[in-house]
């Protein structure tokens, strides 16, 4: 490993791409400190000390964020405005015909995918800086239990306001830009590696306060339990069926094509974790419309209000988590029926000639693959509920917070990402050495 890690940086052309990816992420984690223009700086640590847990979706806003959204910095909204962009381009290649011909065209258009993605991204970047701006101004972004000092952290002037939209929007488009950089000159996938950096700057603190709240016996727990999970997680992300593939033996001319024999990877985990964002935002809408059903002063409360305050605002509360469990289910297999079209695969083989050995070409092709898609998606998505509830298990036992560093999004992102980047260092040792970092 270590003999790996010398040919590395003695590999002029692989060192400089990491330094170059290393030199970007430190400046992105720099940013990530930098106070917005008109913030009360002040203000705002002392929050962040008082009060711990934001609530709802900014929970997971700002662990994309790296802890920049509750310090409202030049990068508070992190890289989520491009994440969400990213799924609604994706999504809407089945409601667009032009964006699934887009698809088809090859780099030309996936390229103009890109580009929709870029203006879809500033644009929810306006919408989101603002939302959180407001939400600042109105002294809500540390709850509705935060002391008055939290419901002064920006200024209240219209034109101060418009330069704090501005620089959040102009912060997005720097990040976004930032991850195109790696992807283009440094190694690995640019906009992953940033969602790494942000999550995986939150361990240290999140470990501690776990620490803080139990004891050192609670915390040597935690991190035997999480290496567990962890170890679990590679396995399954790792995890594939190969369905085999065989292509006939054609002959053109004076030349025979074909012949070869292959197989169509089914990962076990195709979804990733996007039913996990999905139904983390859904959650958060009974909370949001709670939150504009307050009663006044000398008003009781609404009988709805009231329940739904008990049972789907607590991450610990089991309703919460049965529906947050569900929800994961359903939306992994939402997204994966999506994203894997059968009947394409099944038209694709039949156009140059392969079959699955045993299964006629055309629609039995497509049946099989259906059929077969199911059964790994049904474990998948028990897989992903699991590990979503790992966070929400840890609140109701531990007294952690919802960012529980073992669980979620955040451990399948994190394994994910770091698997990715060291089969790429591999990939591009063994091109130049004939031995990668892997054995």
Same mark, same amino acid.
């Given at each position: 490993?270590?003999?790996?890690?010398?040919? !590395?940086?003695?590999?002029?052309?692989?060192?400089?791409?990491?330094?170059?990816?290393?030199?970007?992420?430190?400046?992105?984690?720099?940013?990530?400190?930098?106070?917005?223009?008109?913030?009360?700086?002040?203000?705002?640590?002392?929050?962040?000390?008082? #009060?711990?847990?934001?609530?709802?979706?900014? #929970?997971?806003?700002?662990?994309?964020?790296?802890? $920049?959204?509750?310090?409202?910095?030049?990068? $508070?909204?992190?890289?989520?405005?491009?994440?969400?962009?990213?799924?609604?381009?994706?999504?809407?290649?089945?409601?667009?015909?032009?964006?699934?011909?887009?698809?088809?065209?090859?780099?030309?258009?996936?390229?103009?995918?890109?580009?929709?993605?870029?203006?879809?991204?500033?644009?929810?970047?306006?919408?989101?800086?603002?939302?959180?701006?407001?939400?600042?101004?109105?002294?809500?972004?540390?709850?509705?239990?935060?002391?008055?000092?939290?419901?002064?952290?920006?200024?209240?002037?219209?034109?101060?306001?418009?330069?704090?939209?501005?620089?959040?929007?102009?912060?997005?488009?720097? %990040?976004?830009? &930032?991850?195109?950089? !790696?992807?283009?000159?440094?190694?690995?996938?640019?906009?992953?590696?940033?969602?790494?950096?942000?999550?995986?700057?939150?361990?240290?603190?999140?470990?501690?306060? !776990?620490?803080?709240?139990?004891?050192?016996?609670?915390?040597?727990?935690?991190? $035997?339990?999480?290496?567990?999970?962890?170890?679990?997680?590679?396995?399954?992300?790792?995890?594939?069926?190969?369905?085999?593939? #065989?292509?006939?033996?054609?002959?053109?001319?004076?030349?025979?094509?074909?012949?070869?024999?292959?197989?169509?990877? %089914?990962?076990?985990?195709?979804?990733?974790?996007?039913?996990?964002?999905?139904?983390?935002?859904?959650?958060?809408?009974?909370?949001?419309?709670?939150?504009?059903?307050?009663?006044? !002063?000398?008003?009781?409360?609404?009988?709805?209000?009231?329940?739904?305050?008990?049972?789907?605002?607590?991450?610990?509360?089991?309703?919460?988590?049965?529906? &947050?469990?569900?929800?994961?289910?359903?939306?992994?297999? &939402?997204?994966?029926?999506?994203?894997?079209?059968?009947?394409?695969?099944?038209?694709?083989?039949?156009?140059?000639?392969? &079959?699955?050995?045993?299964?006629?070409?055309?629609?039995?092709?497509?049946?099989?693959?259906?059929?077969?898609?199911?059964?790994?998606?049904?474990?998948?998505?028990?897989?992903? /509920?699991?590990?979503?509830? %790992?966070?929400?298990?840890?609140?109701?036992?531990?007294?952690?917070? #919802?960012?529980?560093?073992? /669980?979620?999004?955040?451990?399948?992102?994190?394994?994910?990402?770091?698997?990715?980047?060291?089969?790429?260092?591999?990939?591009?040792?063994?091109?130049?050495?004939?031995?990668?970092?892997?054995?």
């Amino acid at each position: 490993m270590f003999s790996a890690i010398g040919r !590395i940086f003695k590999t002029p052309d692989l060192r400089r791409k990491i330094l170059f990816t290393l030199g970007i992420v430190a400046i992105f984690r720099l940013g990530s400190f930098v106070p917005a223009p008109f913030v009360n700086f002040d203000s705002v640590q002392a929050c962040l000390v008082a #009060q711990q847990d934001a609530s709802g979706l900014y #929970q997971m806003i700002n662990m994309f964020s790296g802890g $920049a959204l509750l310090q409202l910095s030049v990068f $508070a909204l992190g890289i989520m405005p491009y994440i969400t962009a990213s799924i609604i381009v994706q999504l809407l290649r089945v409601v667009i015909p032009h964006f699934e011909t887009l698809h088809k065209e090859g780099q030309t258009g996936q390229a103009k995918l890109t580009q929709y993605t870029r203006y879809l991204t500033i644009a929810l970047a306006v919408l989101q800086s603002t939302t959180l701006i407001t939400v600042a101004r109105s002294g809500m972004l540390f709850g509705s239990q935060a002391s008055d000092a939290c419901r002064n952290l920006v200024s209240q002037e219209w034109w101060t306001i418009l330069i704090m939209i501005i620089t959040l929007t102009a912060g997005t488009g720097l %990040i976004m830009w &930032f991850g195109e950089l !790696i992807t283009e000159r440094g190694i690995g996938n640019g906009m992953s590696l940033l969602i790494f950096v942000s999550i995986a700057a939150q361990f240290p603190s999140a470990l501690w306060s !776990i620490k803080v709240q139990n004891s050192w016996e609670v915390f040597f727990l935690v991190i $035997a339990v999480g290496l567990v999970v962890v170890a679990a997680v590679v396995f399954v992300e790792q995890s594939q069926r190969r369905v085999p593939v #065989q292509y006939a033996k054609r002959v053109v001319g004076r030349r025979s094509y074909g012949g070869s024999s292959t197989y169509i990877p %089914i990962k076990v985990n195709m979804a990733g974790v996007i039913p996990v964002i999905f139904a983390s935002a859904i959650l958060y809408l009974p909370m949001l419309i709670a939150q504009f059903n307050q009663p006044g !002063i000398n008003e009781e409360p609404k009988p709805w209000v009231v329940w739904i305050e008990n049972n789907l605002v607590q991450g610990d509360d089991p309703l919460y988590m049965l529906v &947050f469990f569900l929800l994961t289910v359903g939306f992994t297999f &939402f997204y994966v029926q999506i994203t894997f079209n059968p009947e394409e695969v099944a038209d694709n083989m039949k156009k140059y000639g392969g &079959f699955i050995p045993g299964i006629r070409a055309g629609r039995p092709t497509a049946e099989y693959l259906n059929y077969v898609l199911n059964r790994i998606t049904s474990a998948g998505s028990l897989y992903l /509920g699991l590990i979503a509830l %790992i966070p929400l298990i840890a609140l109701a036992f531990f007294n952690a917070n #919802q960012n529980f560093p073992f /669980g979620g999004a955040s451990i399948l992102i994190i394994v994910g990402v770091g698997l990715e980047t060291v089969k790429q260092i591999d990939a591009q040792l063994q091109q130049r050495h004939y031995e990668g970092l892997l054995k």
